[in-house]
């Protein structure tokens, strides 16, 4: 982490610690310690990592990148199990730029254009993991889950009863069995 992050986190801490146990009037130390709790999350996320934060009635909101609508469309079409060779080709620079960033910046567009690559390379451990990543978001686009939970099937079809993905499997999937 970059020095003014950790600066803004440990000013965060101090002033919700003067809002837990200061003497001041409770109206300033209620200030202090949403002030110190935003600036923690701040440093948890990282100044390049957050595109908008958001105080309402309902608390803080933290919004995560957004693909554009083209995105969404390559990613969902090179996720397919037979892409076409230009879809494969614009992939490419997608798949370089969803590694480039950061994990808390990937959207589930990203990770199932990571999982999609690591299947086809056959690492099935890191696309499994890769692809409840992009679960673990819970996608607002409903080809994009689809897809998630698609490509979690093929990646099961192929794995090894005893790889560490199945291991991961019995702890992280608890899809109800009927």
Known sequence: MEPGVWIAVIFGGILILGGLFG???????????????????????????????????????????????QERELALNLAQ???S?????EGERFIEQAEERTPEQRSPEDYLALATEKWRAKDYDAALA????????????????ASLIHRK??????????????????????????
């Open 23 to 69: 003497t001041l009037k409770s109206g300033i130390r209620g200030i202090a310690i949403f002030a110190g709790a935003g600036l923690i999350l701040f440093g948890a996320f990282g100044p390049d990592n957050v595109k908008n934060i958001e105080v309402g009635k309902e608390g803080v909101k933290i919004t995560r990148y957004q693909p554009t609508q």
């Open 81 to 83: 199990d037979k892409p």
């Open 85 to 89: 060779p230009e879809i494969e080709k």
């Open 130 to 145: 890769d692809v409840f990543a992009g679960m673990a978001l819970n996608p607002k686009n409903i080809r994009t889950k």
């Open 153 to 178: 099937g093929s990646i099961y079809y192929f794995l090894e009863p005893n790889s560490d993905g199945m291991k991961f499997y019995t702890v992280a999937d608890r899809t109800p069995r009927l």
